[in-house]
């Protein structure tokens, strides 16, 4: 089953733009991840932020969690032409069982 | 970092036949492995859950007689793909777990499965 929606589910912006993508669950969890992947290919892990965190970073990546709200977001700073893919936010639930995906997000990002 | 290894990448089968996946994770034991279907443009749906030594647990509405898995140690989960039809052509994605801990997925780059 699939926790619950990201939005937009699709996204086309200009590179050196940002780009922002929301993630809701449903359920409670230990931790949330953001996944990338390309066309055809294997997910690439990028962030994880635990249940008691609130924002983290990566480089270019900024994740946000909101517990109360049950949402998280993933904002790319400054976005490339090679951020092209398709980002998932997944899951992980209180008892540790199972990763579970949300709907993802298409990013398009134009040279 | 960890690894996990999956074959093949993409494979072409009749009506009828059998598909054996394979999923291997390279330089961890995991203990927990768990296999994924994806229809082109929509999100990951989990199949089944396995754990070495034990049977499978599947999610509902996947057929446990149709997709079998093993997961005989804890560097190899299989998939078998029985009496395959067209249906059945999707992209499946393995992933692995080291530990009990929520924190370490490793995903397999994905088999592409296409039934004629």
């Known amino acids: 089953s699939q926790q619950g929606e990201e939005d937009p589910q699709a996204l086309s912006i200009q590179e050196g733009e940002n780009a922002t993508m929301n993630c809701s669950y449903k359920?409670?969890?230990?931790?949330l991840q953001w996944y990338r992947q390309n066309s055809g290919r294997g997910l690439v892990h990028l962030i994880l932020i635990r249940s008691n965190e609130r924002e983290k970073h990566s480089g270019r990546l900024r994740v946000t969690l909101d517990t109360s709200k049950k949402s998280s977001s993933l904002l790319i700073t400054a976005s490339r032409a090679a951020d092209t893919a398709s980002y998932f936010c997944a899951t992980v639930d209180s008892g540790y069982s199972t990763l579970t995906f949300g709907k993802g997000t298409m990013l398009l990002v134009s040279p | 970092g960890a690894v996990v290894s999956q074959h093949p990448s993409r494979v072409i089968c009749k009506s009828g036949t059998s598909v054996k996946i394979e999923c291997r994770s390279l330089?961890?034991?995991?203990?927990?492995m768990f296999w994924y279907r994806q229809f082109p443009k929509q999100s990951l749906m989990l199949m089944a859950t396995?754990?070495?030594?034990?049977?499978?647990?599947?999610e509902q509405g996947v057929e446990k007689d149709k997709f079998l898995i093993n997961h005989a140690s804890l560097t190899l989960s299989t998939l078998t793909v029985t009496s395959a039809h067209p249906e059945d052509s999707s992209f499946y994605i393995c992933s692995a777990r080291e530990g009990k801990q929520g924190l370490g997925y490793t995903f397999g780059s994905g088999t592409r499965l296409t039934v004629v």
């Open positions: 330089d961890f034991q995991a203990t927990t």
């Open positions: 396995s754990n070495e030594g034990s049977k499978a647990t599947y």
């Open positions: 359920t409670s969890i230990n931790n």
